[in-house]
């Protein structure tokens, strides 16, 4: 029997955090990989909409989160937040 470990599995996760609100909503959305919490109505949908478009374009190029470089996320990023 060998006494390696087993490397344990690799999560990754987003987390969109809004500084903005003043109208006292609390607001929250989370999927199986990010969270995105606070901010005014405007930011946290914003926020909500570059979470979503960010794993859609993961899906198309058959990646998962943890396994893109931060450059290469930094990329889908900006590509994903709406203008």
């Known amino acids: 029997m060998s006494n390696k470990k087993k490397n344990p599995p690799l999560h990754a996760a987003l987390l969109g955090l809004g500084l903005?609100?003043?109208d006292g909503?609390?607001?929250i959305t989370t999927g199986d990989q990010f969270a995105?919490?606070?901010g005014s109505d405007e930011t946290h949908g914003r926020m909500t909409e570059?979470?979503?478009k960010t794993f859609?374009?993961?899906k198309s190029?058959?990646?998962q989160l943890?396994?893109?470089e931060p450059?290469?996320?930094a990329e889908i990023l900006q590509k994903s937040t709406p203008r």
Do not use: P, W, Y
């Open 25 to 27: 909503h609390k607001r």
């Open 50 to 52: 570059t979470a979503m």
């Open 56 to 58: 859609e374009e993961l």
């Open 36 to 38: 995105i919490l606070g």
């Open 66 to 68: 943890h396994q893109v």
């Open 71 to 73: 450059d290469e996320l």
């Open 20 to 22: 903005d609100n003043e």
């Open 61 to 63: 190029r058959k990646k």
